[in-house]
């Protein structure tokens, strides 16, 4: 990901602003916010380049071994863009070890099955936050503030209906009746 200047301007200001709180002019803020957006979106970018080399990627796979080398070659990409491969990038590239390529890969995308296995296993996802430093967000020390109770009406307005009971909108069930037996005649 790469910055503008601009951006850089705003990205070194909002850091010294978390470090050292200060008073900020409106125009500062909507610079900050911007560059948040900005940075939403080449996240957003990022993940739709993302699942069309995975999309890609899955009709090579799927063409196999007669796409070999484009194979082997979008796969590189793909991981180079934070793919992370799959049971069935390991099953293929099995197939492909015969190639030094194709081996070189193999130990490459074991290892890295092994390490999100592990860090999958290891970590917990933490929700992404929106900037809290800003003027108007909340800081870790401010709680929200409870509000102040009412009392409680003692009996309902007289425009207001009472809620009725489950049992008076749902009457229970009958049972069936049993069918009434049929006597054969004799005669």
């Given at each position: ?111 890295l099955a092994e390490q ?64 009434p037996s049929e006597q054969?005649?004799?005669?």
């Amino acid at each position: 990901m790469a910055f503008s200047a601009d951006e850089l301007r705003v990205l070194r200001r909002a850091l010294a602003i978390a470090l050292h709180p200060t008073p900020l002019a409106v125009e500062e803020v909507q610079d900050c916010l911007s560059l948040a957006d900005s940075v939403d979106e080449a996240v957003r970018e990022a993940g739709r380049l993302r699942a069309f080399l995975v999309d890609d990627l899955g009709r090579y796979r799927a063409a196999l071994p007669g796409s070999a080398a484009g194979y082997l070659e979008l796969l590189q990409d793909a991981l180079a863009a934070g793919y992370e491969p799959r049971a069935e990038d390991l099953a293929a590239l099995r197939t492909l070890r015969a190639t030094p390529a194709g081996a070189l890969l193999l130990d490459r995308c074991q290892g890295l099955a092994e390490q999100s296995v592990r860090a999958r296993l290891t970590r917990t996802p933490a929700p992404r936050t929106r900037l809290l430093a800003l003027p108007g967000g909340r800081c870790a020390d401010d709680k929200p503030k409870p509000a102040p109770k009412e009392p409680a009406p003692k009996q309902p307005a007289p425009a207001e209906r009472p809620v009725p009971k489950p049992s008076e909108v749902f009457p229970p069930r009958r049972r069936p009746a049993p069918p009434p037996s049929e006597q054969l005649a004799a005669g």
